[in-house]
């Protein structure tokens, strides 16, 4: 991706998220493969096309129990965009994910920033541990929006100011906010993903109760879409036994 001229680059601001899946070697047969070696050995591929509902079973099985290396063979490849805070708690994350991202080390960061829409919720009730959140007045999200948006305008006319008199991007970059819209590359397996989605997203099926910022919880519903439609069994199994990684 090449620069673009400094006069053409003026601040936009977005409150959505993208994920594309670019590639993938993800499919429940690869979850059946990987845990019948166990008992038939170099013939487990020609047990695919049996028995429906016995494979079905089966996944149910090692979900339930908690058999969690045959969910590890197979592969899927996110192209995400999202704020700079994002990609922080993301990549947290750290065993069975793979990531590259956009350096501003070596090319001039374009000026899009991430403003709350209106159904962001502003508020925070209660104590570390005990607190939720809740909407906030017209007035706060007024707020919000007007102050976000000269403050990005501000942070960049200093980052552009520092660039045209030839500091170098890896200085001058360091004035720009984490609202500021990276991309990355994420690759992970499913099981990978089942721990992500366990922490990072809200779910009346969860058995165990999570609290992520909504902004990471965005990435990680799109990318649940995309995963249920690649491995429908191993979504459902998934779900029915609490959203717990196995």
């Not at 919720?121 to 707020?143: A, C, D, I, M």
């Not at 366990?198 to 995963?227: D, N």
Request: charged share 25%.
């Amino acid at each position: 991706m090449t620069d673009t001229p400094a006069d053409d680059l003026k601040p936009s601001f977005r409150s959505d998220v993208t994920v594309e899946l670019v590639k993938h070697t993800a499919s429940d047969a690869d979850v059946l493969f990987a845990a019948r070696v166990s008992t038939v050995g170099e013939q487990s591929l020609e047990e695919l096309g049996k028995d429906p509902e016995r494979s079905k079973g089966l996944i149910n099985y090692l979900m339930r129990d908690r058999h969690g290396s045959p969910f590890e063979h197979n592969s899927m490849t996110f192209l995400i965009s999202a704020p700079i805070f994002v990609f922080r708690e993301f990549m947290r994350h750290r065993v069975g994910w793979s990531y590259n991202e956009e350096s501003g080390r070596y090319r001039e960061l374009e000026p899009v920033f991430y403003v709350p829409d209106a159904s962001r919720k502003l508020v925070q009730e209660g104590r570390p541990g005990k607190y939720r959140f809740v909407e906030g007045t017209q007035g706060q999200q007024e707020l919000v929006g007007r102050v976000m948006e000269d403050s990005y305008r501000q942070a960049y006319e200093a980052y552009q100011e520092m660039l045209a008199a030839g500091v170098a991007r890896e200085v001058a970059r360091s004035v720009l906010p984490v609202g500021l819209f990276s991309s990355m590359y994420a690759t992970c397996n499913a099981r990978s993903l089942m721990h992500f989605l366990g922490l990072r997203t809200q779910h009346e099926l969860a058995k165990v109760p999570s609290f992520p910022q909504r902004e990471i919880e965005m990435v990680g519903e799109l990318m649940e879409a995309e995963w249920a439609r690649l491995m429908p069994l191993t979504h459902a199994a998934f779900n029915a036994n609490g959203r717990v990684a196995p």
